[in-house]
Nanobody, 118 residues
Framework: QVQLVESGGGLVQAGGSLRLSCVAS????????MGWYRRGPGKQRELVAR???????DYADSAKDRFTISRDNAKNTVYLQMNSLKPEDTAVYYC????????????WGQGTQVTVSS
């Protein structure tokens, strides 16, 4: 069993930056595909970015060139650096673990709120 705990959310002005962290416990996540998803007000949950065990990344179009996903396997932690934030980035951001790129999500965190003011 893996527990995922997100942190780093908050209120920021448009154009600002935030760095989200997802700390895993229970076992190593070094072989998992780790991802960040978000659910905005009145919207469905959507993929933001994923990173594989070897560092391969995958971004939603809305995140390309502004967000960077990274991982530190020694710390069992995944990060999402978000720059040039926009009001439409306002959402609850969730950390996620998959066994592989094609497998369904296995574990989810509780989420962290990101609010971007205009």
């Amino acid at each position: 069993q893996v527990q995922l705990v997100e942190s780093g959310g908050g209120l920021v002005q448009a154009g600002g930056s935030l760095r989200l962290s997802c700390v895993a416990s229970g076992r190593t996540i070094s072989r998992n595909v780790m991802g960040w998803y978000r659910r905005g007000p009145g919207k469905q949950r959507e993929l933001v970015a994923r990173i594989g065990s070897t560092g391969t990344t995958d971004y939603a179009d809305s995140a390309k060139d502004r967000f960077t996903i990274s991982r530190d396997n020694a710390k069992n932690t995944v990060y999402l650096q978000m720059n040039s934030l926009k009001p439409e980035d306002t959402a609850v951001y969730y950390c996620n673990a998959q066994r592989s790129w094609s497998m369904p999500s296995e574990y989810w965190g509780q989420g962290t709120q990101v609010t971007v003011s205009s």
